[in-house]
């Protein structure tokens, strides 16, 4: 059985979506001849964390820690608050305190490409010694945070024989924060270095969208491929939950992820449609920016949302399979294309509709439209939204409401690392046995 060495920040009892591709590619890796190691952080700074997920990960698996400094800790000395919303991915995009604004600065500037890079170094010194105790010629890093990257090109330059892949969950100067971190002239052409010198260095791409793959593509000539998220529970079977017009959010709702044609379409309906005002109930699960707050309040629609803390992955999907919609919402901005959140998959193998609203052209729409789960708009569309809402309201009334999504199945955990290891890791390896 061929080794695999995974470079990863995020892993159990790390939460939220950063930690599952990578456990879930772990727990079956193993099916199709991979013997997974792994090299995580000893003391990890995790904006949330979900014990539960402990239990995916396969008995008897190596894992090498490593332990490093990372500025978190000292920043919570100067704003407890900010540092936590900061790292949790909530920034504010509209009158940012100073003492934020500073720390934003401070992020973008001086932790360059993130707060990890001091792990670059010391995995320099450590990494040697375990490839070479354990056998190992083949490694994968996923970012972000994308110093990880800066490992694998680091290990890659001084083991020639080394074949490394890496994995963007995300995009790294297209990302949509960028923007918020007031980046100068330097750091901004620090950046765009150091992801050429990976995207040149890597021996192949790995990354979650069509659209992030082509973008990348474009700068390299390196192999780009895409895999993207998935589920890993049998789907459901689409039939109508019992109880009220839930339309639920399971996630963070950063500052930009704020569709206000919705509010104003529920509001529309709360105030013209019989019934509607009884049976409305609007969940929104994990992190709140406080804009989504203000538009709510706006509407009107406080007295119908439930908002509650970030709930563990079981708890999460047992929320999508009883909601009547499922709401899929992105920054309306054109970096965000390319982002295909993980939970979106997850909605798919719940089988209840989709309501997603982001940019034009959002490849993650596109892909709740081929699948037929559901519909998808862009920010400006609230007419079209509001006939929506009314179809499947009326639905639900008539106990009808159901989705069957097409081609669900490709997107099982089990079924995507089989494409992981077949059409990628096997292709690096000079021992191939296909």
């Known amino acids: 059985m061929r080794k695999l060495l995974i470079v990863t920040y995020y892993w159990p009892p790390a939460g939220g979506p950063g930690v599952q591709r990578w456990?879930?590619?772990?727990?079956?890796?193993r099916t199709f001849g991979m013997e997974p190691v792994l090299y995580i952080?000893?003391?990890p700074h995790y904006p949330m964390a979900d014990p539960g997920l402990e239990a995916q990960v396969p008995e008897g698996l190596k894992v090498f820690r490593s332990r490093f400094w990372e500025p978190y800790a000292l920043a919570r000395l100067f704003g407890r608050k900010q540092t936590t919303r900061i790292s949790s991915g909530i920034i504010r995009r509209h009158n940012p305190g100073l003492l934020e604004r500073l720390m934003l600065w401070v992020r973008g500037n001086l932790f360059i490409p993130d707060a990890r890079k001091n792990w670059v170094k010391k995995a320099a010194k450590e990494l040697p010694g375990i490839l070479e105790q354990e056998g190992i010629d083949l490694m994968v890093t996923t970012g972000p945070p994308h110093s990880l990257h800066l490992i694998g090109l680091e290990m890659a330059g001084r083991r020639p024989g080394l074949r490394w892949v890496a994995d963007f969950r995300d995009p790294w100067t297209e990302i949509g924060y960028h923007s918020a971190l007031y980046l100068g002239p330097r750091a901004k052409r620090k950046h765009r270095e150091l992801e050429s010198r990976v995207l040149g260095g890597a021996d192949a791409i790995l990354t979650t969208s069509r659209f992030?793959?082509?973008?990348?593509?474009s700068r390299t000539a390196r192999p780009v491929h895409v895999i993207t998220n998935g589920f890993d529970r049998d789907p459901a079977t689409g039939t109508q939950p019992e109880g009220p017009f839930v339309l639920a959010h399971i996630g963070s709702l950063l500052s930009g992820r704020n569709p206000n044609a919705l509010w104003e379409a529920l509001a529309e309906m709360v105030a013209d449609t019989p019934g509607f005002r009884e049976n409305l109930r609007l969940e929104l699960t994990g992190l709140v920016s406080p804009e989504v707050t203000d538009s709510l309040r706006h509407c009107g629609l406080e007295p119908f949302t439930v908002r509650t803390p970030y709930?563990?992955?079981q708890e999460a999907?047992?929320?999508q399979r009883k909601s009547q919609v499922l709401l899929l919402l992105e920054i309306d901005s054109p970096e965000t294309r390319g982002i295909v959140p993980g939970k979106l998959f997850e909605y798919m193998a719940a089988a209840r509709p989709v309501l997603a609203i982001g940019p034009s052209g959002w490849e993650a729409a596109e892909r709740v439209a081929e699948s037929q789960c559901g519909a998808g708009f862009h920010y400006g569309q609230k007419a079209e939204i509001l006939a929506q809402l009314r179809q499947w309201y009326d639905l639900y009334c008539r106990g009808d409401l159901?989705?069957?999504p097409e081609g669900v199945s490709q997107y099982h955990r089990r079924a995507l690392t089989e494409r992981l290891v077949k059409d990628i890791l096997w292709e690096l390896s000079s021992d191939n046995p296909l």
Request: positive net charge; aromatic residues 12%; hydrophobic residues 40%.
């Open 402 to 404: 159901q989705v069957r």
């Open 311 to 313: 709930v563990p992955h």
């Open 317 to 319: 999907l047992h929320r």
């Open 41 to 43: 952080p000893e003391k």
């Open 212 to 217: 992030t793959a082509g973008s990348l593509a």
């Open 23 to 29: 456990l879930y590619f772990v727990k079956y890796l």
